[in-house]
């Protein structure tokens, strides 16, 4: 099989996610989602906040598909923008949280049993015993969701959002990373580099960090469904994507209104929207803990 030049690790990794269903259904339910917020503007029958209020509240019909809303805005097109705000806040607060949790991790890792472990991992699980979604609504909360000017940069509320999950997302990294780092650091194999002369830093980025990898991978994909969660609640409560802008939070927000009076698609298509997500991420996150763990995995190696 030709690899165009791909390595052969991620070629077999490709393949086992494929090998497995829970995985494969996982992968095409996050890329199809992935691939609907890219291609946004060039899948959505209408504008997002386009309002038609001869055509408020109708049900689901071959001109709009998944209905219209208070307002006659197609439900559609302003779930499949609403894919946007979630998919961008899950998966940049790992992006944000990725480097904080590596360098926590693996220097107390390395250093287990000093000073500095016990500084840097007390101070994690002070962070971390704040639940994560209280203190993004109190951030939230006190800087406002109008956005920040700060010169010629403009901070609006969705990265006030992405910079708070990101930074709470540091002390669940870290502890990933500190055991693994924790027991990598206490291996043969890092004692006979010692005594070849080689340096902490070394030992630390070449060897130990590349085996924090796989584990990493599998967290970040988890965290990324919480992401999406937490962006929706915070739009939800009016905390988030502001309207009339599309997020799915926003429109659950909007449809609570109707829950008793007959316009079930208002509420069904962006709940199963967050939920097919949440689904999809977590499923695909199984499948690359199983294919990443030597100890449960009996395909191919990615070696």
Request: proline share 6%; aromatic share 8%.
């Given at each position: 099989m030709q690899n165009w030049g791909i390595p052969r690790r991620y070629l077999l990794l490709v393949h086992s996610?494929?090998?497995?269903?829970?995985g494969l259904f996982g992968f095409c339910l996050v890329s199809v989602l992935a691939l609907m917020a890219i291609f946004a503007p060039w899948i959505a029958p209408y504008e997002p906040t386009q309002v038609d209020m001869l055509n408020r509240l109708q049900p689901p019909s071959w001109s709009h598909w998944m209905g219209t809303d208070?307002?006659?805005?197609?439900?559609?097109?302003?779930?499949?923008?609403?894919?946007?705000?979630?998919?961008?806040?899950g998966i940049?607060?790992?992006?944000?949280?990725?480097?904080?949790?590596?360098?926590?991790?693996l220097l107390a890792g390395f250093y287990r049993g000093t000073m500095l472990e016990t500084i840097l991992m007390r101070i994690v699980e002070i962070i971390a015993a704040v639940p994560l979604l209280i203190v993004a609504i109190a951030v939230v909360g006190v800087l406002g969701v109008k956005p920040i000017a700060m010169g010629p940069f403009t901070i609006t509320n969705e990265i006030k959002i992405v910079v708070v999950l990101g930074f709470l997302y540091i002390p669940g990294l870290a502890r990933v990373v500190f055991a693994v780092a924790a027991a990598e650091a206490t291996s043969d194999y890092i004692r006979a580099r010692r005594i070849q002369g080689v340096r902490d830093f070394t030992l630390?980025?070449?060897?130990?960090?590349?085996?924090?990898l796989s584990v990493v991978i599998v967290w970040?994909?988890?965290?990324?469904?919480?992401?999406?969660?937490?962006?929706?609640?915070?739009?939800?409560?009016?905390?988030?994507?502001?309207?009339?802008?599309?997020?799915?939070?926003?429109?659950?927000?909007?449809?609570?209104?109707?829950?008793?009076?007959?316009?079930?698609?208002?509420?069904f298509f962006p709940g199963l929207a967050?939920?097919?997500?949440?689904?999809?991420?977590?499923?695909?996150?199984?499948?690359?803990?199983?294919?990443?763990?030597?100890?449960?995995?009996?395909?191919?190696?990615?070696?």
């Open positions: 996610i494929g090998a497995s269903r829970t208070l307002t006659g805005r197609d439900v559609f097109s302003r779930l499949i923008w609403g894919a946007r705000p979630s998919l961008q806040v940049l607060a790992v992006l944000i949280g990725l480097p904080g949790g590596f360098a926590v991790g630390i980025v070449s060897d130990i960090l590349p085996n924090c970040g994909t988890l965290l990324t469904a919480g992401g999406v969660l937490a962006e929706a609640g915070l739009s939800f409560v009016g905390l988030g994507v502001q309207p009339p802008d599309a997020s799915w939070g926003v429109m659950l927000s909007e449809a609570r209104k109707f829950i008793f009076s007959g316009e079930w698609w208002l509420l967050i939920s097919l997500t949440v689904i999809g991420l977590n499923l695909l996150g199984d499948a690359l803990r199983d294919i990443l763990d030597p100890r449960h995995y009996t395909g191919p190696r990615l070696d």
